[in-house]
T-cell receptor
Framework: GAVVSQHPSWVICKSGTSVKIECRSL??????MFWYRQFPKQSLMLMAT?????????EQGVEKDKFLINHASLTLSTLTVTSAHPEDSSFYIC????????????FGEGSRLTVL | AQSVTQPDIHITVSEGASLELRCNYS??????LFWYVQSPGQGLQLLLK??????LVQGIKGFEAEFKRSQSSFNLRKPSVHWSDAAEYFC????????????FGKGTTLSVSS
C-alpha cells in the first residue's frame, strides 16, 4: 500500500523556538494532505487541510499563524510550530489521500513534540 | 454535521474470546467507513474499510466489520482475540467524495487479559 513518512518521530525543544515536521508521500503523489493533532489518550483532531500549491485550510480554533503549513510539492507537506509552548506538546500525525477516488487516507507514523 | 460515536472507552477481553467494538455514525448519506488501529506512540494502521457493496467487510489480522444502515453502525468484530491485539481502535467516517478529511471517533482502548 501507499507509504507516508513523517520526520522527525520525536522532537524536544525549548519554549519559544520553532519546530518543523515533514510529511512525505513516498510512492504516490498527494495533492491533499491532512494534519491531525492527538492529545494523550484522545482521538485525532483535524487541524488543517493542506493543498499543493495553495494555502492550507484551517479548522476552527486552530491558529494559522502558529501552525504554519506549506505544501510545496506533490510529495511533501510541512507543519511548523512557531514559538512553541509547553501546551503545544502533542502527537502530530499527517495523512495523505491515495490516488483514485477511494477516500482512503494513509497515515504517517506521527511526530511527538515535547516543548520544555 | 458528521460525527462518529464509539460508546465504549475501554474494553477488556480474555485472550481467545470474541470481540466486538461498537461504532455509530451520523451522516445524511452512506459515508465511507473505516476502522484503524493504533499501538502506543505509533501511527494509524488501516484494518478495513467500507465503501459500498457487501455490508460485511473483511480486514487484516482477522478483523471484520458489518455495516448496518438501519442502525447507522459499523461494528468491528474478531472471533478470537490475541494478546497482540491490545491497542487503541478508531472508527472513522468520510463523506462520499474525494478530498475530504476523516472524522474520527474518540477511540476504544482494548486490553487483553491472559
Amino acid at each position: 500500500g501507499a507509504v507516508v513518512s513523517q520526520h522527525p518521530s520525536w522532537v524536544i525543544c525549548k519554549s519559544g523556538t520553532s519546530v518543523k515536521i515533514e510529511c512525505r508521500s513516498l510512492d504516490f503523489q498527494a495533492t491533499t494532505m491532512f494534519w491531525y493533532r492527538q492529545f494523550p489518550k484522545q482521538s485525532l483532531m483535524l487541524m488543517a487541510t493542506s493543498n499543493e500549491g495553495s494555502k492550507a485550510t484551517y479548522e476552527q480554533g486552530v491558529e494559522k499563524d502558529k501552525f504554519l503549513i506549506n505544501h510545496a510539492s506533490l510529495t511533501l507537506s510541512t507543519l511548523t510550530v512557531t514559538s512553541a509552548h509547553p501546551e503545544d506538546s502533542s502527537f502530530y500525525i499527517c495523512s495523505a489521500r491515495g490516488q483514485g477516488n477511494t477516500g482512503e487516507l494513509f497515515f504517517g507514523e506521527g511526530s511527538r513534540l515535547t516543548v520544555l | 454535521a458528521q460525527s462518529v460515536t464509539q460508546p465504549d472507552i475501554h474494553i477488556t477481553v480474555s485472550e481467545g474470546a470474541s470481540l466486538e467494538l461498537r461504532c455509530n455514525y451520523s451522516y445524511g448519506a452512506t459515508p465511507y467507513l473505516f476502522w484503524y488501529v493504533q499501538s502506543p506512540g505509533q501511527g494509524l494502521q488501516l484494518l478495513l474499510k467500507y465503501f459500498s457493496g457487501d455490508t460485511l467487510v473483511q480486514g487484516i489480522k482477522g478483523f471484520e466489520a458489518e455495516f448496518k444502515r438501519s442502525q447507522s453502525s459499523f461494528n468491528l468484530r474478531k472471533p478470537s482475540v490475541h494478546w497482540s491485539d491490545a491497542a487503541e481502535y478508531f472508527c472513522a467516517v468520510a463523506p462520499n467524495q474525494a478530498g475530504t478529511a476523516l472524522i474520527f471517533g474518540k477511540g476504544t482502548t482494548l486490553s487483553v487479559s491472559s
